[in-house]
């Protein structure tokens, strides 16, 4: 199992960015997959999470309405669209998962993290 994050950058409040979790080793409609953060001196937290077959889906309360998780199974790759961002969002970001990962607990299978940085 393998775990691919990109798109993160540098954008100003109210901006955009999709992050792109690209998986290989297993099809992304077999496990469940979550989006993680951790901002400096923070605890990583669960952001989003989506279900092996699209049904469960799971956002943070302070990401609700601005943040949509979705699957691309023919790239076998997770999305995390993060709109109207804030500079609160600014952290490493990390895709995750495991065969017995259901959004609770951390994920054995990491990708490395993405840097979003939300400034003016």
């Known amino acids: 199992v393998q775990l691919q994050a990109s798109g993160g950058g540098s954008v100003q409040p109210g901006g955009s960015l999709r992050l792109s979790c690209a998986a290989s080793g297993f099809a992304v409609n077999s496990y469940y997959i979550g989006w993680f953060r951790q901002a400096p001196g923070k605890k990583r937290e669960l952001v989003s999470c989506?279900?092996?077959?699209?049904?469960?889906?799971w956002y943070a309360d302070s990401v609700k309405g601005r943040f949509t998780i979705s699957k691309d199974y023919p790239k076998n790759t997770v999305y995390l669209q993060m709109d109207s961002l804030k500079p609160e969002d600014t952290a490493a970001y990390y895709c995750g998962t495991d065969p017995y990962y259901y959004c609770s607990g951390p994920p054995n299978y990491w990708g490395q993290g993405t840097q979003v940085t939300v400034s003016s």
């Open positions: 989506i279900g092996s077959s699209d049904a469960s889906l």
